[in-house]
């Protein structure tokens, strides 16, 4: 490899004063300020679910009564699905990529993308507050009328503290499309958009549609917590089923904020890593809207066994099943890009092949769920918990440091120790596995979720559970030490150290505050990778016009 | 370049047109988030509509309707301001944009006043509810309260976003009055009234649903 030599200017070194960080409308600035924002909320509900990892692992409890149990696995999912998961893409590398990808300056609103970094750490620190206050108990889902009638614990500083973490989530996703509409540059037309664009764009319309039930759910909670006012109240003929509804419109929907960003990741890297276009690019596109679209019609599959009609019952069944097509039609087309293509097994490609296999595994498992009979059998057990990890931690979380990996290079000007990279995404995809398979056994003979005290003969099953998470949790730290160490020693990276295509390669690593000197102009569709007989493989030079030739 | 384009546009145009695309969407949050209530309504009208008439022969009915007219009213200024601005024309801009924020402060001002109203008859849900005469003898109290919970709910935060919406207009009054806008420039102006209107059509579903029915 040649000597590459950092930019002598770039928007890192552009200031150093802490205002600049504070005060910065520059995108990728914001992208990392929520990279350090969201890597600590990941270790806080990481260091809950160690905690009750290490409770189950005898059928008595023995180290938290119950009340503190309920309290963990709150946290816990509170923390990863509103301060982590839904975030997590969108707000650090979607922030950082996107106005590069499509050849823009910036978003189109820098200031309402501060304001949102903003709302999330408000939101966030009246999280953390009402931990601190004694927790929450009524897990992630709130339900009425136990959240706003029984439970004594902190849900009003919770339910405001979320509330106000998804208006910074609204900001993003307005943030975005106006963006995709407005931003793109000459040439750089729809059916030219890298595909990480689309599932954003299509992540993005879900949070602007769904996120404000959320919000009016969690009003209509505090209302009837603070005043008295009573919309789920049984006791006046309120319906507390009615809040289910109102929750799982935005939160069905909200697993596709936090899955379809993984799979923009994958996009980008299985053709990079495949050297060789995408196959079916128009399908991978439109399916991720046609994924948006079907994801706010199936809600009610979460509530098969609470007294909805048996017919609206049919019904959600069957629309669940229609919305695992296009999610299939992804996976098979990413399949058909690795088909013949020259692979190589990069940390990046090991996350995006980990992502396929594990997200494939957690769609068929969804689909036992979406079958009504399974549903009834299966619901509120372990199996739930294992079908949605595999999504959101074996996919969502998997394409997150995916995607970390590869664009690393870029947002730091560094490169990441290779060996270390393998070494962890190895430790990942076994200690997940360990993890969570033994879930979905224990589910299926009967355990239910929620419970910290647990029939003697489950307890193998669950020890096998709670040493996978501590082998989940080195995989996970290892990352973290070796991005820092090579924030000063990784070899500098080069403009385009995967020869990948797309805009933000074309631009030096660390890109200046700009971006662009001038504005570039799009000649060619996404995914140019030169034929397989062009002998030119990965890391041979770090030219940067090699990987994509006028 | 005019210097009213932020520096990562490259045209005054894509600079409008990103601010009103994003606005539409915004509004579209905004629908969201009454339809929940909305919704919520239509599925206990459904269920208690007799209650649900019962609770709405105790509103107000004329002061809800000359709230109605107050509104439309400001609506009407307001999108007069902007034509104001639009024809070069800034006291005009200013006079009406004062007009508007006066028809608003009216508007909150009899909803206090209705509020009060509630709360003498012990018409708030929680507590202190007590249904008291009623028309209809076989009305459940309870499904009553339901109906003013939605009263109270909906009507609470439309007010609450008329509050933003009189902060809103008085910003761009003083700023039209500094004479910040004109034929060329005159993007806050108008963002500002697409949202007066949609607070506006909000209240023209409000009133149907909670003073007209029955
Ligand atoms: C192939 C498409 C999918 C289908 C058909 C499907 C189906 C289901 C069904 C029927 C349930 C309800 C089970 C029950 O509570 O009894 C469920 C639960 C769940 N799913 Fe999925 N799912 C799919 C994809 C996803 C994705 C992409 C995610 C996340 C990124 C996800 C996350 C969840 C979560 C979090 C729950 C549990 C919620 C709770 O009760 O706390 N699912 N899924
Ligand atoms: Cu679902």
Not at chain 1, 40 to 47: D, H, S
Not at chain 1, 241 to 266: E, G, T
Not at chain 1, 336 to 348: D, R
Request: net charge neutral.
């Amino acid at each position: 490899m040649s000597t590459a030599e950092l930019p002598k200017r770039h928007y890192l070194n552009a200031d150093y004063n802490i205002w600049s960080w504070l005060l910065t409308t520059d995108h990728k600035r914001i992208g990392i300020l929520y990279m350090i924002s969201l890597t600590l909320f990941f270790f806080v509900g990481g260091a809950a679910a160690i905690l009750f990892r290490v409770e189950l692992l005898t059928p008595e409890a023995d180290l938290v009564v119950s009340p503190t149990y309920n309290r963990l696995f709150t946290l816990h999912g509170v923390v990863m699905v509103f301060f982590f998961l839904v975030p997590s893409i969108p707000a650090v590398l979607g922030n950082f990529l996107i106005p590069m990808m499509i050849g823009a300056r910036d978003l189109a609103f820098p200031r309402l993308n501060l304001l949102s970094w903003y709302l999330f750490m408000a939101g966030g620190l009246l999280a953390i507050w009402a931990i601190v206050r004694g927790g929450v108990d009524t897990g992630w889902t709130f339900y009425t009328p136990y959240s706003t009638t029984e439970s004594n614990s902190q849900v009003m500083a919770m339910a405001v503290g979320v509330f106000v973490a998804g208006f910074s989530s609204i900001l993003t996703g307005l943030n975005i499309i106006v963006t995709t509409h407005t931003m793109r540059t000459q040439g750089m037309t729809w059916f030219r958009l890298p595909l990480f664009v689309w599932a954003h764009y299509a992540t993005s319309i879900i949070m602007v549609l769904g996120t404000p039930v959320l919000a009016i759910s969690l009003v209509l909670i505090a209302l009837e917590r603070g005043l008295g006012i009573g919309v789920f109240d049984p006791k006046l003929g309120g319906d507390p089923l009615l809040f289910q509804h109102l929750f799982w419109f935005y939160s069905h929907p909200a697993v596709y904020i936090m899955i379809l960003p993984s799979m923009a990741v994958v996009s980008e890297i299985i053709p990079c890593f495949s050297r060789k276009p995408i196959f079916g690019y128009k399908m991978i596109a439109l399916s991720s809207v046609a994924i948006a679209v079907l994801g706010f019609l199936v809600w009610g599959h979460h509530m098969f066994v609470s007294g909805q009609s048996v017919f609206a019952g049919l019904i959600f069944s069957f629309l669940s099943m229609l919305v695992a097509i296009p999610s299939a039609v992804k996976v098979f087309n990413w399949t058909a890009t690795l088909y013949k293509g020259s692979i190589s097994l990069e940390t990046p490609m090991l996350y995006a092949l980990g992502f396929i296999g594990l997200f494939t595994l957690g769609g068929l498992t969804g689909l036992f769920l979406a079958t009504l009979a399974v549903d009834v059998h299966v619901h509120d057990t372990y199996f739930i918990v294992a079908h949605f990890h595999y999504i959101m931690v074996g996919g969502a979380v998997m394409g997150y440091l995916g995607g970390i990996h590869f664009w690393w290079p870029k947002m730091t000007g560094r490169m990441y120790p290779e060996w270390w990279g393998r070494i962890s995404a190895v430790i990942v995809f076994v200690g997940f596995n360990l993890t969570f398979f033994p879930q979905f056994v224990l589910g299926y003979l009967g355990m239910p979720r929620r419970y910290h005290i647990y029939p003697e003969e489950f307890q193998v099953l669950n020890v096998m559970s709670s040493a996978g998470a501590s082998i989940l949790g080195l995989g996970y730290l290892l990352p973290l030490c070796y991005l820092i160490w090579s924030l000063k020693y990784g070899k500098v990276a080069g403009p385009n150290p995967w020869k990948a295509t797309g805009l933000e390669w074309t631009t030096p690593s660390p890109p200046s505050t700009f971006n662009f000197d001038e504005p570039p102009v799009v000649t060619e569709p996404a995914y140019n990778y030169p034929p397989l007989d062009d002998s030119s493989l990965p890391h041979e030079t770090s030219d940067p016009t090699a990987s994509t030739p006028s | 370049m005019s210097d009213h384009v932020a520096h990562h546009f490259d045209s005054a145009e894509q600079q409008f047109d990103a601010a009103r695309l994003g606005m539409w969407l915004f509004l579209a949050t905004e629908i969201m988030f009454f339809g929940g209530m909305f919704a919520g309504y239509t599925v206990y009208r459904f269920l208690y509509p007799a209650a649900f008439v019962e609770g709405s022969s105790h509103l107000h009915l004329v002061l809800g309707t000359v709230n109605t007219a107050v509104l439309l009213l400001s609506s009407l200024t307001l999108a007069l301001a902007v034509r104001s601005a639009q024809v070069n024309q800034p006291q005009g801009t200013v006079r009406l944009l004062l007009a508007t924020l006066l028809f608003g402060v009216v508007f909150l001002g009899i909803k206090a006043y209705e509020y009060s109203e509630k709360f003498a008859a012990h018409h708030v849900p929680g507590k202190y509810f007590v249904l008291g005469e009623t028309h209809n003898p076989d009305v459940v109290p309870g499904h009553v309260e339901l109906f003013y919970s939605f009263y109270f709910a909906m009507t609470g935060c439309h007010a609450l976003h008329m509050i933003i919406g009189i902060v809103m207009v008085s910003i761009v009054a003083v700023k039209a009055w500094q004479g910040s806008y004109s034929a060329e420039y005159y993007t806050p102006l108008e963002m500002t009234g697409l949202y007066w209107h949609f607070v506006d059509i909000v209240w023209v579903f409000l009133f149907p649903l909670l003073y007209l029915i029955g």
